[in-house]
């Protein structure tokens, strides 16, 4: 009992003595307004976003659009610069600072870092890729003609799985365009009750464009 009453003496001797000098010290000390700019390593670009800050201080900012910061410090304070992909740097404030402000250009190195080769299988052993390839159906999966050409089946089947290309895109685009601008400022033609249409179909019938081909 005794023992743990003179510990506790000891610890609230040292809480008591040392906060006001801590306190003391950190009033004694001037602050200061660091501000400035961040900068990439060929210092052509401003880089935002970059974390500044005091380690256990609760005090922090980090850099705008155009790579501006403006934060208060102390005197003697160590300033961090954190970003993902750059270098950390540190930069400390110097003592007995002449004026009340310091303004800093930082340029921030690329951090590189040399990853080892990775190989993506899908198989996790090679004996088992070997069984999956050997196991593969190898029948026919198109149909070749006597000319040595693709059936139009397996054409037609590739062209219903095929995605669209870009101009068929455009164009599909387009149309849906010009229905919708008809549906807003007029009803859609109605091809059976035009005569040009009409005039078109009978000259393809009189061609012969409409007989079947042998």
Same mark, same amino acid.
């Given at each position: 009992?005794?023992?743990?009453?003179?510990?506790?003496?000891?610890?609230?001797?040292?809480?008591?003595?040392?906060?006001?000098?801590?306190?003391?010290?950190?009033?004694?000390?001037?602050?200061?307004?660091?501000?400035?700019?961040?900068?990439?390593?060929?210092?052509?670009?401003?880089?935002?976003?970059?974390?500044?800050?005091?380690?256990?201080?609760?005090?922090?900012?980090?850099?705008?659009?155009?790579?501006?910061?403006?934060?208060?410090?102390?005197?003697?304070?160590?300033?961090?610069?954190?970003?993902?992909?750059?270098?950390?740097?540190?930069?400390?404030?110097?003592?007995?600072?002449?004026?009340?402000?310091?303004?800093?250009?930082?340029?921030?190195? $690329?951090?590189?870092?040399?990853?080892?080769?990775?190989?993506?299988?899908?198989?996790?052993?090679?004996?088992?890729?070997?069984?999956?390839?050997?196991?593969?159906?190898?029948?026919?999966?198109?149909?070749?003609?006597?000319?040595?050409?693709?059936?139009?089946?397996?054409?037609?089947?590739?062209?219903?799985?095929?995605?669209?290309?870009?101009?068929?895109?455009?164009?599909?685009?387009?149309?849906?365009?010009?229905?919708?601008?008809?549906?807003?400022?007029?009803?859609?033609?109605?091809?059976?009750? $035009?005569?040009?249409?009409?005039?078109?179909?009978?000259?393809?019938?009189?061609?012969?464009?409409?007989?079947?081909?042998?």
């Amino acid at each position: 009992m005794i023992k743990n009453i003179a510990s506790f003496s000891i610890l609230l001797f040292l809480v008591v003595f040392f906060k006001p000098a801590q306190a003391q010290d950190q009033k004694d000390r001037k602050v200061i307004q660091l501000s400035g700019i961040v900068l990439n390593a060929d210092s052509t670009d401003a880089v935002p976003g970059v974390n500044i800050y005091v380690p256990k201080k609760g005090r922090g900012t980090s850099s705008g659009r155009f790579g501006y910061f403006s934060m208060p410090v102390l005197e003697g304070d160590s300033v961090v610069f954190s970003f993902i992909g750059l270098k950390r740097q540190v930069f400390a404030v110097p003592d007995n600072v002449a004026e009340d402000k310091i303004s800093l250009i930082l340029t921030m190195q $690329d951090d590189e870092m040399s990853l080892a080769e990775i190989e993506v299988m899908p198989y996790p052993t090679e004996e088992e890729f070997k069984r999956a390839v050997l196991a593969i159906n190898y029948e026919a999966p198109m149909a070749i003609d006597s000319r040595g050409s693709l059936s139009p089946e397996t054409l037609l089947r590739w062209a219903e799985n095929m995605p669209a290309s870009g101009n068929e895109n455009f164009r599909g685009f387009q149309q849906g365009q010009i229905m919708q601008i008809q549906d807003r400022y007029g009803p859609r033609p109605f091809r059976l009750l $035009d005569p040009f249409a009409w005039s078109q179909f009978i000259q393809s019938i009189k061609r012969g464009d409409l007989k079947k081909k042998d």
